[in-house]
């Protein structure tokens, strides 16, 4: 059973600043275990932090020393007791050690078998705080537990408990000055809970689920990230005139929102696998995957990716099998696993035919054109695209016969096949231009450089790249900028320009910094290096 409530007897609370000062002073580090005389002028200092003159410690010896006993010289268990102390001036450290000790031999048996392996004291000291809070705060701290990620925003405990903001705050006003939830940040900040505690919150809320409406508040949390997921999802994606503003008011804000809330939404998609939320887990996915590819977090889009396809399977849904499929490839590709990118390509291919999805079809087509062509299969590569190239034409879907023509303008390219290479680049350029999507038409432009440099038009790709990296600047994408960059440094390198190479390779190498590639990095820094012989 659960512990049953009283509140605190005083409203004499120290600020959260104050706790936090508490803290610094005794240097908390995790497993650090303190002896008697250590842990009790530990306490000490921590007491006497909010109140210089609060000499309950050292006015009774023999109860700090059982105290420090109860604690199992844990400082964050002290941390807490102090906090306890703190907001009740009329509580002596003799009487919060016996309710530790008691509340120790009352439930042992239980939490043995419910919080092993952690220590046995840490229970105590939170079973008696989780005693003094009001029911809202106890509601909170329980529900904390099973929010996905390792840290939570006031918006999304707010529809996690589904109460009032104001309340919600001063919930966590109560929890933090217990030391049971922890802050970051001080504009928009973000809560979690100490491992210790979500371990002993989850116990809590294991107890009380169908009283506190778990599963509900749960299934209610996961919905908000997929639709918010899904609305940034389409901000994200470089074509601005077809996102839809209403969420998201711009690019930028949808990918703040994506990179404070990553970790959380990876785990949501995980959580949602497990709780049978197949729906949001599969659409959760799907909408990760822009994103994450963009950030090239290929790893957590594999993962995310599989665990969307198997919901996607027990949903027996087979267009979002397919398209769970063709994220799946990309994934195994860009971690350099081509043999299973391109039989899960062709698995969605098959799929997408079996259901009529005509344009689903294509998009399959065209990534495993791509596979192919990492594999030297470039005849199927480029017979691939074609058929891509006609299935988009003649749906009249224009950004994407962009994307498949210019892709086909690689494998010509790796054939050596370099004047229709050129074209099709020019043609894909053209079409993204006429679309206003910038992203596309510099990616076209980077690839139609790499095919005029192949054929001996140096001059025309060095200006290609510096349309293109003019067009990335603008967008604010750093990685391609680096790209871009890069091949300018290595065009003015061949062309005897080394000074302004150095200039080119400095800047890409900053880009790649920026956007977290320390592989490319490492390599044009090497190549700056070779500059200078």
Not at 293 to 299: P, V, W, Y
Not at 336 to 355: K, L, M
Not at 502 to 526: C, I, K, L, N, W
Request: with cysteine; hydrophobic share 45%.
């Amino acid at each position: 059973m659960a512990p049953t409530r009283h509140s605190c007897h005083d409203v004499n609370r120290p600020s959260p600043g104050l706790l936090l000062e508490m803290a610094r002073l005794g240097g908390l580090r995790e497993r650090e275990i303190l002896d008697d005389v250590a842990a009790i002028s530990r306490l000490d200092a921590w007491l006497r932090a909010g109140r210089p003159d609060d000499d309950r410690v050292a006015r009774d010896a023999d109860g700090a020393k059982r105290l420090a006993g109860a604690c199992g010289g844990l400082p964050f268990a002290l941390l807490i007791c102090a906090a306890l102390l703190q907001i009740d001036p009329r509580l002596s450290v003799g009487d919060l050690s016996d309710e530790l000790s008691a509340t120790w031999q009352r439930q042992q048996e239980l939490w043995r078998e419910s919080l092993r392996p952690y220590p046995a004291a840490s229970a105590a000291v939170f079973e008696v705080a989780y005693l003094r809070m009001s029911e809202s705060a106890a509601r909170l701290f329980r529900l904390m537990s099973v929010h996905p990620g390792p840290d939570a925003s006031a918006v999304t405990l707010e529809l996690l408990v589904g109460r009032p903001s104001r309340e919600v705050r001063r919930a966590l006003g109560a929890l933090a000055q217990l030391h049971l939830v922890e802050v970051a940040g001080v504009s928009a900040p973000r809560w979690r809970l100490h491992d210790l505690v979500r371990v002993y919150a989850r116990y809590l809320s294991d107890v009380q689920s169908e009283a506190d409406g778990r599963e509900q508040a749960l299934g209610g949390l996961l919905k908000y990230y997929l639709s918010m997921t899904e609305a940034a999802d389409n901000q994200i994606r470089w074509a601005p005139e077809s996102a839809d503003t209403a969420t998201f008011a711009s690019r930028d804000g949808a990918l703040a929102w994506l990179e404070t809330e990553q970790l959380s939404l990876i785990a949501a998609v995980q959580v949602a696998g497990e709780c049978g939320w197949d729906h949001v887990a599969v659409g959760l996915s799907l909408s990760l995957a822009e994103y994450l590819a963009q950030r090239r977090l290929f790893d957590e889009l594999l993962a995310t990716t599989s665990v969307g396809l198997s919901a996607a399977v027990r949903l027996e849904d087979q267009d979002l099998q397919g398209s769970a499929l063709t994220n799946l490839g990309l994934a195994q590709q860009e971690l350099g696993r081509t043999e299973e990118a391109i039989a899960a390509h062709r698995d969605a291919v098959a799929i997408f035919r079996a259901v009529g999805d005509y344009e689903g079809t294509g998009d399959a087509l065209n990534n495993l054109g791509l596979a192919l062509r990492e594999q030297e299969q470039l005849e199927e590569s480029i017979a691939v695209h074609r058929d891509a190239v006609a299935i988009y034409r003649e749906a009249g879907n224009r950004q994407a016969e962009a994307r498949a023509v210019n892709n086909l303008g690689l494998a010509l390219k790796r054939m050596r096949c370099l004047d229709e290479a050129i074209t099709r680049h020019e043609e894909a350029a053209a079409i993204y231009r006429a679309m206003r999507d910038r992203h596309g038409e510099g990616m076209a432009l980077g690839n139609l450089a790499r095919a005029l440099r192949e054929s001996g038009r140096s001059s025309e790709a060095i200006s290609a790249w510096q349309l293109a990296t003019s067009i990335f600047a603008e967008i604010g994408d750093d990685h391609a900028r680096g790209i871009a960059l890069s091949n300018i440094g290595s065009a003015l390198t061949e062309d005897g320009r080394s000074v302004e190479a150095v200039s080119a390779y400095r800047e890409a190498a900053d880009m790649f910094r920026a956007s977290g590639d320390a592989e490319r990095e490492h390599r044009t820094r090497e190549r700056l290096a070779a500059v200078f012989g």
